[in-house]
């Protein structure tokens, strides 16, 4: 049987970056005052952490976990610290000041660790992905 679960990783780094984005523009814009750097923060960020991002399904979709509320939230926490530090140096590069990188991170760790657990939640109900395949599902249950 096919294994569609690359699609499923790929989908959930577009809907994810999305969400991500706009999350990331809105608190970049009240940090620095300034709407145009909310916009080249969060649109600096698309590429690098849609990688970022995909490289961390694949690593997690190996790791069986079978309590899927712990793994939600082990799965947040990684990475919300890797998204954190990616934003705080795309944010120093881009407004050259340090202190603005660190704020714009320490907000995101309020508002994207919610914000992506809720994400988790969503696509542990959507099957997208995990049809006809014999892979374990992200939940650490075996398909039927």
Request: glycine share 6%; aromatic share 12%.
């Amino acid at each position: 049987m096919k294994d569609n679960s690359k699609k499923r990783h790929i989908a959930k780094t577009i809907t994810w970056r999305l969400v991500g984005t706009i999350d990331t523009i809105i608190l970049s814009w009240i940090v620095s005052g300034n709407p145009f750097t909310g916009l080249k923060i969060g649109f600096s960020e698309v590429a690098t952490k849609m990688i970022l991002y995909y490289i961390h399904e694949r690593l997690w979709f190996k790791v069986r976990f079978k309590n899927s509320n712990k793994r939600h939230l082990l799965k947040s926490v990684t990475w919300r610290i890797l998204g954190t530090l990616d934003t705080m140096l795309l944010a120093w590069l881009i407004t050259g000041n340090p202190l603005t990188g660190l704020k714009i991170g320490l907000l995101e760790l309020v508002t994207k660790m919610a914000l992506y657990f809720l994400h988790e939640k969503v696509w542990h109900k959507v099957r997208y992905g995990l049809e006809n395949t014999d892979n374990f599902l992200e939940n650490g249950t075996k398909h039927s």
